[in-house]
């Protein structure tokens, strides 16, 4: 049985492991995986997107998500639910708030254009395999 840790802990392991990789499952039933840049705000992960990209399609679909990163001598994987909102507010707090340590404008023009939306994780579970002094060890965490 795996060590317990609590969501802070989760958040330590992933904050400054760069970015992620999501699956999601498509209608048909294929997997996907994509890259993502998944900001911690509070008990939610949350990330940017195109509205037409298969990760937004997917979610639509289906919306258990798998996120992994590799980082900070760990391996974390979070398994949650998404849900998308194109919202002009939920868009712009994003935007606005810090949360996303890069400019999106890079990515999607103004806070105002269409065509992009925001996606939260509410998690509910997590796993680390930690490499520690006494080697690997997998921590467990649950909401």
Known sequence: MPAEFTWEE???LIAGAGVAHIATTSVDGAAH???VFAAVEGKRLTFTTRTTSAKAANIR??????LMWQGNSAETYVWGNASLS???AVKRHVWESGIVPFDLSHFYGTVD???WCV??????RAVAMLQTSEGLVRR????
């Open 119 to 124: 996606v939260s994780v509410a998690p509910a």
């Open 86 to 88: 194109e919202d002009a």
């Open 10 to 12: 989760v958040v330590a």
């Open 33 to 35: 995986v994509a890259q």
């Open 61 to 66: 679909a289906d919306t258990r998500v798998a």
């Open 140 to 143: 467990a965490w649950h909401a």
């Open 113 to 115: 254009s269409p065509g």
